[in-house]
């Protein structure tokens, strides 16, 4: 019941993580004219979890089995993120998760942890390994810490179309409730893939996101 509670927690929208500032890509993609209607945007979130599945899950799934492989782990996904925006919107989703996970949970391992981010430069906190490391010391099982990545994944991107106009909340929410199996879907290719597996099926969504900087105006910072 109480881990039960915890996944409510973690999953709320009102924990601090500051995830509501991306839109991973969406909002370049939009202008740049690669949404059209509900069906081009269904399409680009397809296109965008396939691409979490296989370029970032891995990473959760490694640092939840060997939380103590962190920094090794954090050096690999920051060589794999060669897309700068990418790289930068990881790093500050890490580095808000493990800030807001150590103040709010009080565990030693989690403290220390950011104790290092603030006194080691070489230190990234991108948001993959930080969240599955976070959900091990936890004590969260690894299939509730996928679907939970997966989840806040697709959710901020349904998010960002609503405050885009792509969309309303109410057919937001039943994109969302429609995805549930894609979602799954996508799990179930890449659970039990690890950090050498990494891989990039998306190239345009990674294209997308790195144009985020150059647009005219913009809501979000990835």
Known sequence: MALSLLLLQLADSAFPTGGFAHSGGLEAAAQLGEITGASGL???????????GAGTLPMVTAAHASPDRFAELDRRLDAFLTNHVANRASRAQGRAWLA???HSFGLAPLRELRARSREDG??????????????????????????????????????SAVRLSLLGPLEAQALQYRLTGAVLAVLARYETRGAEDLATTAPLVDLFQGHQDRLYSRLFSS
């Open 42 to 52: 269904e399409r680009f979130l397809l296109h965008n979890l396939e691409q979490t």
């Open 122 to 159: 070489s230190f990234c906190g991108h948001f993959a390994p930080v969240f599955g490391t976070v959900a091990a010391r936890l004590g969260l099982e690894r299939g509730e810490a996928q679907r939970l990545f997966l989840f806040l994944h697709l959710r901020g991107l349904v998010s």
């Open 100 to 102: 807001a996970a150590s």
